[in-house]
């Protein structure tokens, strides 16, 4: 029995094998399958996508437990945009820089209060292609004026955290994976794994 990540995201599934480092399960990723997987993600909100994510993967390799997750960034100020749309947010060709550089131009002049921003992350358990179980996790920030730091991907370079005054982009990977929206609902996941003895 194996846990199979259905991601094709380097980025993230760093931060998840780390997260889940301590359960006694193989961890692996879409990446390291035979069988590949085309995944549509035109859901209207983050569970429908994960949903979207998890059921191909889950009805071919029936006996392992399967984990998606859908996440983006919500910025209120923008009637919760970029959202489901995150990764093609600057349109065709985009890039986590083009997509930043989007957002810093749409709140171009907005005032402090108004750049309150939410990174959130829903993540879904399958097994036998049937849910078995959600989980959400939610990181609140604000946006940056600018571009900040190096690590993490996405918009980690323009969500600044006022608590640490850096970027998350400017955290250590085992900062950001203390607090990150993923984190939260991967250590819910983790906790249920343990208490069901997987
Ligand atoms: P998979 O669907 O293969 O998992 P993806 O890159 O398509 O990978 P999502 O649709 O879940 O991932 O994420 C959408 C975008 O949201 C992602 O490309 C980033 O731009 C942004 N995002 C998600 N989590 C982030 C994080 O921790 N830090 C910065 N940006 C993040």
Redesign the pocket.
Known sequence: MRLII????E??LR?IKKILKKLDVPVIS?NQLSRKFR?R?DGKT?LE?ALK?AMPVSKVYRSDYVV??????EIKYLGAE?G?Y??R?SGRGAT?KK?NLKVLKELKGAKKRDRGAC?H?CLVLFKDAKLVKSFDGKLRGLINEEMRGSS?????PI?YLSKYRKT?AQLPLEE?NKI???AKAFKKLRKYLINKSI
């Open positions: 259905a991601t094709k995201n980025g993230k931060e879409l995944i993600e983050f996508n994510k998606a997750e859908d996440s983006g960034l970029p489901v995150s990764k947010y986590d997509n990174f992350c993490g991907f996405g918009y980690d969500f998350v950001k990150s929206h993923r």
